[in-house]
């Protein structure tokens, strides 16, 4: 502690209400668990929350195996053998992460229902007799399947990029062992990344708890559905606040199996140094199934879904004003912006002072912060309102001697929304900036020092500039996911406020699909824009 | 004396072992000092506790009398007016080379600079790299720009961690002459880590040599010869490893 403490003063300062600010929202839920329990609880409890465990249960276990099983087959396929268009899905099989799993949901809905294109051409090009609950879609296997084909990269990418830091040396004493590709695969492959294929899969499952667009759309009972029906249906928040904190406790409990899956090894990068693996070139017939391979899940993540958007955006192209649409579009990009930006900004100054300072304890504070990320929208969006209406409550005489003649200011503006974004994806903003400043190393900053340069100077002149990289991509991550975000938005938006998603997500929730499209495919236009950008960078970055 | 190091001492965060025992030191102005010891031994921990980078647990620096470092006082790094050239240069990637150079001028006035700029591009042989990325430079021209960066401010003292330690050997040889030259015309007063008894020899006034952070030997470097002909006496077995220091 001692070290550079004495004078990280402004900074320690800083970080250290940044931190607070982040995770104190939180706590009301945890007190929330200790008020008395009301009579719409105790219902709750006998009737439907068995229900929304086995739900959000079912879900997040089959979803966690699906998508284990695609993102590593595929993460393999790209890191050892060489196929026709290789390249391209290399970096392709990424883009169904822009698609956000609800726009996939109605869109897929579409496709499958009594007037949807697979229904129609089978009853009027084959003539065939349907029974249309075959086609229903709107159930836990049609969820899990929306889950998985949107989810997936997470645990591609996470596993892509480490199989292919791998040395060669490793799979290639494998091969000249004896064991033949599928064994290699079992023995060696899963076992090595294990570490990162629990990190892929525990982002799937966060994601999973967190959505509402889903299972609301396809009408499955899980936590998150019930906070929002007790808090708007039944008007109930206290219930609300304990259903929430029971989804915290699922989470935690989540957080701790991975713990004790990934064991106690740290994520270990070797060496950039080492030899890459070599490609193995297939032919013939399996170069075929390889690249059928990735390009139907490839189809079903991404190419069919958007060919359906942009079908239903043809027909009702026209429909929405243009102003009206501009406004949402410009909703969007504003707070995406804001909080990207905030989130930098904040990120920036924790990492620096966990850079700085020096002692476990203190260490530990910056992965507080972290935890919003694993509480779903639902959770937070209770816990700020809860402050913030507080907030107001102590600011009240203020406001009074302002001449203002209402008691709801803060909670009732952008700010709440924005905050809330904070809280929820700081993680993901801090993350990219941590692995910067951990590149960096603190070699400059000391050298940056001894030539004179305070603290403040040293961040200015040769931390940022150095740190590029990882704003930009931070940034990036953050800006995408805000723009998708849904129960967030949903809850705490200003009355009158519309951003992409949300008309996107009230058009498909009154069946107006077709509506919905138009929005939907500039989220996910913007979206696939910014991954492609993003991973162009990063290639760039790694050569 | 000039710099004065009474009783230093210092244990990394989390860490039970002393990194740093009692270390002790005077240095007169313009003197050369070599630390020499085996890795780990402790000698970038010296350096880095009279950077200022770290924070002793006990002990005392001072430079011609003024107080950096003792139970009650801790000078800023930033405020020590002590120049480094750290291990791997740690130039600053996003500049140039004047640009690291000027890094450590920003109290100047402009026109200031630019002569101080020249003067010290001059005395390290690099006038007509200005313009240059730190990663369009040999290993040599890089550690350099390093100590031209490091001297331009005008330190009092200059530290110096391994500074031929990412060079090959023929490159070694040539930039441990010139970086003796260099530190004898700018008359500075300077201490260097080195693991290479030859550096110590050629560069040194006075040798210091440490072993798990506590001193084994002050003096000049012909007295260490002394102390190794008595070793070898007693250890026979493992003269050939010292067989260097004589050549
Ligand atoms: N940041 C740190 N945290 C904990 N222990 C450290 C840290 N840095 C160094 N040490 C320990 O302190 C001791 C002295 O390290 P120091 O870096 O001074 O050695 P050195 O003589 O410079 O070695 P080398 O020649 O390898 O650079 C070593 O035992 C080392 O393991
Ligand atoms: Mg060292």
Redesign the interface.
């Known amino acids: 502690m001692q070290r550079r403490l004495a004078n990280v003063n402004i900074w320690t300062v800083t970080a250290m209400a940044i931190i607070a600010a982040l995770f104190l929202p939180n706590m009301t839920i945890v007190t929330g668990l200790f008020t008395p329990s009301n009579e719409n609880w105790e219902h709750m409890k006998e009737f439907v929350l068995w229900s929304f465990i086995k739900n959000s249960l079912i879900l997040v276990v089959a979803t966690a195996g699906a998508t284990i099983f695609i993102g590593l087959s595929l993460a393999w396929l790209i890191a050892q053998y060489q196929f026709p268009f290789r390249r391209f899905f290399k970096w392709a099989l990424i883009l169904p992460l822009s698609i956000p799993p609800f726009i996939g949901a109605y869109t897929y809905h579409g496709i499958f229902n009594y007037t949807g294109v697979i229904q129609t051409t089978l009853r009027d090009r084959f003539g065939m007799e349907l029974n249309p609950s075959h086609f229903d879609i709107m159930n836990l296997p049609g969820a899990i399947f929306i889950y998985t084909v949107f989810l997936y990269p997470y645990v591609y990418t996470i596993t892509q990029v480490f199989l292919s830091q791998q040395s060669a040396s490793l799979i290639e004493s494998t091969r000249l062992l004896g064991k033949g590709p599928w064994r290699t695969f079992f023995q060696v492959v899963v076992p090595i990344s294990r570490i990162s294929i629990i990190a892929g899969a525990s982002l799937v499952i966060l994601e999973v708890l967190n959505d509402y667009g889903v299972v609301k759309y396809y009408g499955i009972q899980t936590f998150t559905t019930g906070i929002f029906q007790t808090w708007f249906g039944l008007g109930d928040i206290e219930t609300s606040i304990k259903l929430a904190a029971s989804l915290m406790g699922f989470v935690i409990v989540i957080l701790l199996i991975e713990k004790v899956l990934r064991g106690r090894r740290q994520y270990s990068y070797s060496s950039t140094k080492v030899r890459p693996l070599p490609l193995i070139q297939l032919t013939g017939w399996k170069a075929v199934a390889a690249a059928g391979y990735c390009l139907s899940i490839l189809a079903l993540g991404f190419f069919i879904p958007i060919a359906q958007l942009i079908e239903w955006t043809i027909l009702t192209f026209g429909t929405i004003p243009l102003d009206e649409f501009m406004s949402y579009m410009r909703n969007s990009i504003v707070v995406a912006g804001l909080s990207a930006t905030a989130i930098i900004v904040f990120a920036l100054i924790v990492g620096n002072f966990a850079r700085l300072v020096q002692g476990r304890f203190a260490k530990l504070l910056p992965k507080l912060t972290v935890l919003g990320y694993s509480i779903p929208g639902a959770v937070i969006a209770v816990a700020v309102v809860t402050a913030f209406v507080a907030l107001d409550e102590f600011l009240a005489p203020l406001y009074q001697l302002a001449g203002m003649n209402t008691t709801l200011v803060l909670s009732v503006s952008i700010i709440l929304l924005i905050t809330a974004y904070i809280i929820r994806f700081f993680a993901i903003g801090y993350s990219s900036i941590e692995t910067g400043y951990d590149k960096i190393g603190t070699d400059f900053q000391d050298a940056s020092r001894l030539l004179g340069a305070g603290l403040t100077r040293t961040f200015l002149k040769v931390d940022m500039p150095m740190m590029k990289g990882a704003i930009i991509s931070g940034f990036i991550l953050v800006f995408i996911d805000v723009l998708k975000e849904i129960p967030l938005t949903l809850i705490l938006r200003p009355f009158n406020f519309d951003t992409l998603s949300t008309k996107a997500f009230q058009y498909a929730s009154d069946e107006k699909i077709m509506e919905a499209s138009q929005a939907s495919l500039l989220i996910v236009g913007i979206s696939a824009l910014a991954i492609v950008i993003f991973y162009k960078f990063l290639e760039k970055e790694m050569d | 004396m000039f710099v004065s190091i009474e009783n230093l001492s210092f244990s990394y ?2 860490t039970k072992a002393t990194a740093l025992d009692s270390f002790s030191l005077q240095i007169k102005k313009g003197e050369v000092i070599s630390i020499l010891g085996r890795s780990g031994s402790g000698k970038s921990t010296v350096l880095r506790l009279l ?1 200022g ?3 002793p647990s006990v002990g005392k620096v001072s430079i011609q009398d003024e107080v950096l470092v003792d139970d009650q006082t ?1 000078v ?5 007016g ?3 050239v ?1 291990q ?1 240069y ?1 130039l ?3 500049l140039t080379v004047a640009d690291n150079i000027l ?2 001028l ?2 100047m006035k402009r026109s200031a600079k630019q002569t101080r700029l020249q003067e010290v591009l001059e005395l390290v042989e690099l006038q007509g790299y200005e313009k240059r990325y730190p990663h369009q430079l040999s290993g040599g021209q890089q550690q350099r720009v390093a100590i031209a ?2 001297l331009a ?1 005008n330190p009092h003292l200059l530290l110096l961690d391994e500074p031929f330690s990412n060079l090959d050997a023929e490159l070694q040889e040539k930039i441990r002459k010139e970086l003796r030259d260099i530190l004898k015309k700018a008359n500075i007063t300077s201490i260097f880590v080195t693991h290479d008894e030859k550096d110590a020899h050629i560069l040194a006034d006075r040798i210091v040599k440490i072993k798990n952070g506590q001193t084994e030997f002050i003096g000049r470097p012909c007295d260490l010869i002394d102390v190794y002909r008595q070793e070898k006496q007693s250890l026979p077995a493992v003269s050939e490893e010292k067989e260097l220091i004589y050549t």
Request: no cysteine; hydrophobic share 45%.
């Open positions: 965060a989390n950077a980078l770290e924070k801790f800023q790094p930033e405020k020590r002590i120049g480094m750290f791997d740690a600053f990637p996003h890094f450590g920003f109290r960066r490091a401010p």
